[in-house]
C-alpha cells in the first residue's frame, strides 16, 4: 500500500525543507489521538503545536510538519520545516485535491452540515471509496486538514465547508474545488457578524466560487433568500440544480410522514418517483436528503441506491441521536441528544420533531434547552418566541440554561418551568432529577452552552433512581 505522503511529495507541495526522508500513512494535530505512521501538524491554536512535538514522535508520529526545530527535538528528526506552519498544512491540502480522482461534494449551509455530511456519507455506500471531514471538521484548519487525509484513488470526497464571520467561505471553497456544492438551508446563525439574514445567504452562496469546472450548485429552493443562491450558482456553476418543497424543485419532496423512529419520504427526483425510509424521524432530514440525492445525481451516481442506503442512516452524536437509557427494574426513559448546536430554525425542527414522539405509558416530554449564540441584538426576543411554539404545550417541564435562555424561562406558564440554570456546569448536578421512567427527554442548545454535559449525565444515570421536580429557581 502506498503512503498518504512521502516527504519528497510533501516538500514539493509546501516549498518546505525536509531534515531526513519519510513517508506518512496519516496527518494528525492532536498528539491525543495520533497513530502510529502519522505526519504531525504543530498548529498554533490555544498552545503552540511545536511543544508536542517531540510527544508525537516519540508516540509514533513518522514526521512533524513545522517552522523552526522544536526545543528538545534533535536537528536530524524527521522533520519538515516551512515558514508557517498553518499556510504549509493549506498547501498540503491543495495538493492533494488536484492529484485525487475523487469526486467532491462540498456542503455549507446555517443548519444540518455535519447531518449531512454524514448522510452523503452514508447515501454512497457502495458505490465506491469514501472519504469525509472528521466530526465537524470545517473552518480554517479543518478544511485542508480533510484535504491532507484525502488518499489518491478515493472515489468521493465529503468536504463540510462552516463560518463565523464574513469572507471566510470562499477561500475554503477554491481550496477544496468541489464538483458538486450543496446549500443546505440558510436561517439566523452567526447573525452577530452580519447585517441581516440575506448577508449570511450571500456567504454561504460564496461556496460556489470554488466549484471546479462543470461543477453543479445545488440550492434550497424553499428558503426566502433562494434568488440570492440562483444568482451565484448562475454567476459560478455550469449548472443549478433545486430541492425542497416548491413545485419547481428539481428534487421535490412529495411527502414526509415521520414516526418515532424513521420518515418515510415520497419524491420526485428529477421526474423519477421515488420512496425511501430514513432511519430516524425529522422533516428537516428529508429535506436534506433530497439535497444529497441532488448531488449524488449530479456526479453521476446512482440515485435509487443512494435513497435505499438512507434507510439505515442515523444523525451523528449530539444532532438528535436517540437512545433508551436504563433505570433498572424495567424501568427507563428516552434520551434525544441534539446538544452540539442551536440556532432559531434548528432549534424549530427539532422541537417539531419532538412533537412525533411518544412517551412511554404514563411518561412525560420534557425539554433542556441552552442558549443559542451569536443571534445578535434580537436574540433575546428569539429565544423568548419559543414559548410559542405548538410543542410547548404538550411539554410536561423546560429546563432552561443560560442568560439568554432566561427570557424563555420568563415567558412560560408557570407550570412548564422546570430549574434555570446560569450555565450547564450549575445544572448537570440535578441531572437525575430531571426525568421519571416512561419519560422523553430532548437536550438541545448551541455548543458554548454546553448542555452537552447535561445530554452526557443524562445517559450515565443507569440504575441511579430517578426523580421529578417542578418548579424553577
Not at 60 to 85: C, K, N, Q, W, Y
Not at 310 to 316: F, K, N
Not at 376 to 382: K, Q, T, Y
Amino acid at each position: 500500500m502506498s503512503p498518504l505522503w512521502t516527504s519528497q511529495d510533501a516538500a514539493a507541495a509546501t516549498g518546505g525543507r525536509v531534515t531526513v526522508p519519510w513517508t506518512a500513512d496519516g496527518v494528525s494535530i492532536d498528539t491525543r489521538s495520533i497513530e502510529t505512521g502519522d505526519l504531525f501538524v504543530a498548529l498554533t491554536a490555544a498552545r503552540d503545536g511545536h511543544d508536542f512535538v517531540a510527544d508525537a514522535l516519540a508516540k509514533g508520529a513518522r514526521a512533524a510538519l513545522v517552522s523552526r526545530v522544536p526545543e528538545g527535538v534533535a536537528e536530524d528528526a524527521p522533520l519538515l520545516i516551512v515558514e508557517d506552519v498553518q499556510t504549509g498544512l493549506e498547501a498540503l491540502g491543495r495538493a492533494a485535491r488536484a492529484r485525487t480522482r475523487a469526486k467532491v461534494i462540498g456542503i455549507t449551509g446555517s443548519v444540518g452540515k455535519t447531518s449531512t455530511k454524514k448522510m452523503m456519507h452514508d447515501a454512497l455506500a457502495g458505490q465506491g471509496t469514501i472519504h469525509a471531514a472528521e466530526k465537524s471538521f470545517n473552518n480554517h484548519w479543518g478544511v485542508p486538514l480533510t484535504l491532507a487525509r484525502m488518499p489518491v484513488d478515493v472515489d468521493w470526497a465529503v468536504i463540510e465547508i462552516g463560518m463565523s464571520a464574513p469572507g471566510e467561505i470562499a477561500p475554503l471553497a477554491k481550496m477544496a474545488r468541489p464538483d458538486a456544492a450543496i446549500i443546505t438551508t440558510i436561517a439566523p446563525a452567526h447573525l452577530e457578524a452580519f447585517e441581516n439574514i440575506d448577508g449570511i445567504a450571500h456567504e454561504k452562496a460564496a461556496i460556489f466560487e470554488g466549484l471546479a469546472p462543470g461543477g453543479t450548485a445545488i440550492v434550497n429552493v424553499d428558503v426566502a433568500q433562494a434568488g440570492i443562491l440562483r444568482d451565484w450558482g448562475a454567476k459560478f456553476a455550469s449548472r443549478t440544480l433545486t430541492f425542497g418543497e416548491a413545485p419547481e424543485a428539481d428534487f421535490r419532496l412529495l411527502g414526509v410522514e415521520s414516526s418515532e423512529r424513521e420518515t418515510k419520504v415520497a419524491a420526485d427526483a428529477n421526474d423519477r418517483a421515488l420512496a425511501f425510509t430514513i432511519g430516524t424521524s425529522g422533516r428537516h432530514f428529508a429535506a436534506n436528503a433530497m439535497a444529497v440525492l441532488a448531488a449524488v445525481d449530479a456526479l453521476g451516481g446512482d440515485v435509487t441506491r443512494a435513497a435505499t442506503a438512507l434507510s439505515t442512516w442515523e444523525p451523528p452524536g449530539g444532532r438528535g441521536v436517540r437512545k433508551t437509557v436504563s433505570l433498572g427494574q424495567g424501568a427507563s426513559f428516552d434520551l434525544i441528544d441534539d446538544a452540539f448546536n442551536a440556532n432559531p430554525a434548528s432549534l424549530s425542527a427539532a422541537l417539531d420533531t419532538f412533537l412525533a414522539t411518544e412517551p412511554l405509558a404514563g411518561g412525560k416530554r420534557v425539554l433542556v434547552l441552552g442558549d443559542m449564540l451569536e443571534l445578535g441584538p434580537d436574540e433575546i426576543a428569539l429565544h423568548a418566541a419559543i414559548a410559542d411554539h405548538p410543542v410547548i404545550a404538550d411539554v410536561a417541564t423546560v429546563h432552561c440554561v443560560g442568560p439568554r435562555m432566561k427570557a424563555l424561562w420568563n415567558a412560560l406558564t408557570p407550570e412548564k418551568r422546570g430549574h434555570w440554570a446560569e450555565t450547564a456546569e450549575k445544572l448537570e448536578p440535578e441531572a437525575p432529577t430531571l426525568v421519571d421512567a416512561g419519560d422523553v427527554i430532548l437536550v438541545k442548545g448551541s455548543k458554548g452552552s454546553r448542555v452537552s454535559l447535561i445530554a452526557d449525565a443524562l445517559s450515565q444515570i443507569g440504575t441511579k433512581p430517578a426523580q421529578h421536580i417542578s418548579g424553577g429557581r
